[in-house]
């Protein structure tokens, strides 16, 4: 086995999601995909569907992905979770994630702060068979005086495949 070797220097920190776009799974148009999967071209919704773009609190989301099992990529799991000031709408935010989790689950496409832009809940493989739930949901109050309430959300799928890396055009196909 040959094992790349990673000599590079690591570019700054600059961890974290810089903006999130959901939709209902089944308002996505057919994606394409590189022969890999690993990149494909930035989704588009369906004719009279639309993209929802997320307000985070400020330095409150972070994704994840992560393998697990036997082999390489057994199951990975997907984890995107982000903060919203706990308002009238974060409760009308919450129930449509949670009906779109009942009816077919959510595609998102999550912006990291170095750019890199990720289709995740939809994979060349699989199409939306295994979309992103809503999967917790929590209230913070915080002890502190100087902390605004919000509500913490956790969106997560399994399936047996990396997020692919929004393009304009495609290598590899």
């Known amino acids: 086995m040959n094992i790349p070797d990673f000599t590079k220097a690591c570019a700054p920190a600059t961890g974290g999601v810089a903006s999130l776009r959901l939709i209902a799974a089944e308002d996505l148009k057919p994606v394409t995909f590189n022969a890999a999967g690993t990149e494909c071209l930035m989704p588009q919704p369906a004719e009279g569907a639309a993209f929802a773009q997320i307000h985070m609190l400020e330095n409150s ?84 005086r100087n902390k605004r309430p919000s509500i913490r959300v956790v969106l997560s799928c399994r399936d047996r495949q990396w997020s692919a890396i929004c393009c304009g055009s495609l290598s590899n196909l």
């Open 61 to 144: 989301a972070s994704y994840e992905q992560s393998a697990t099992g036997v082999g390489a990529l057994a199951e990975v799991e997907h984890r995107i979770v982000f903060g919203i000031a706990l308002r009238d709408d974060a409760v009308t935010l919450i129930e449509r994630l949670g009906e779109a989790s009942r009816r077919g689950g959510l595609a998102a496409v999550v912006e990291l702060n170095t750019g890199l832009e990720l289709l995740v809940g939809f994979s060349s493989r699989l199409g939306g068979e295994q979309p992103l739930l809503l999967t917790g949901c929590t209230v913070e109050t915080y002890a502190e």
